[in-house]
């Protein structure tokens, strides 16, 4: 396992828009524009793994087991001929990317460590672990770091697991990418060492389906391997106020497509397994 510090852009206060009535937690919803955020949060005292949706109004966290997140035709784009981005495919080849930086009608998904539970819990940083993955082509998320290069987070082509960690209270965003059209299982875990000392761990499988199919059918798609069975959730969850709807947003530029932000260094802990 190796550790490395990495720059990446804080942008500016977003503030996202008010929503239509947000359906309960317990049904089934397809996310396929707008902001989200994966992180964990504490649900009736237990460690968990959900999806923060603020497309809803007011924001909510949703089980993963009823989320599905689409990647639509617009987030097609050419694989650039730099070689530096060699890792996504030959140049010219259409993959889907979603972007580091928000881009009209494409989803925009984060992390985030900032749950206000996990905040006051959590000693230093929560390790995100990729522990498997399936679908019809390769999946990787990468960073832009200093002058707009790929730092790589995942990368389903190399050998797996992989983790990355993330601070305590950070929220950030980077450059998710599929290689071909179709429902990909990702099988996550996130870890933490709390101040008293103990250590919890969750682990779940996040869907997402690129293409402009049906996305519903993602959920009939079972992982090979099993995770943790979901947390009970009766109600919904609405997300608390420490993340509200007006935000800071950790990010950067995306690709070389979009363009690079201004912003200041922030200081982030990677880990990648060997």
Do not use: C
């Amino acid at each position: 396992m190796r550790t490395f510090a990495a720059a990446v852009l804080l942008l500016s206060a977003v503030a996202f828009p008010a929503a239509a009535e947000p359906a309960p937690v317990t049904q089934q919803v397809v996310v396929a524009d707008g902001h989200v955020d994966l992180g964990p949060r504490f649900v009736d005292g237990r460690w968990t793994v959900q999806l923060r949706d603020d497309t809803a109004d007011p924001a909510v966290w949703r089980p993963l087991e009823n989320v599905v997140l689409q990647v639509s035709g617009k987030a097609q784009v050419a694989v650039p001929a730099d070689p530096a981005f060699a890792f996504l495919g030959k140049p010219g080849q259409r993959i889907w990317v979603i972007p580091q930086v928000q881009r009209d009608g494409v989803l925009w998904p984060g992390w985030n460590t900032q749950e206000t539970e996990v905040a006051k819990q959590v000693d230093r940083e929560v390790t995100w672990s990729l522990e498997g993955v399936e679908g019809p082509g390769a999946f990787t998320l990468f960073l832009n770091s200093d002058f707009g290069k790929p730092e790589t987070v995942f990368d389903s082509r190399t050998p797996l697991p992989q983790q990355t960690g993330i601070d305590v209270n950070t929220h950030v965003h980077g450059n998710w990418t599929f290689e071909a059209p179709g429902t990909y299982l990702l099988r996550i875990a996130m870890t933490a060492k709390l101040t008293d000392g103990s250590t919890v761990t969750d682990r779940r499988t996040l869907r997402l389906y690129a293409g402009d199919g049906d996305a519903r059918a993602a959920f009939s798609v079972q992982p090979k391997s099993a995770v943790s069975p979901a947390s009970p959730a009766a109600a919904e969850q609405p997300a608390g106020e420490d993340s509200g709807s007006t935000r800071w947003i950790v990010g950067g530029g995306v690709l070389v497509l979009i363009g690079i932000g201004l912003g200041v260094a922030y200081r982030r802990t990677r880990k990648v397994s060997a």
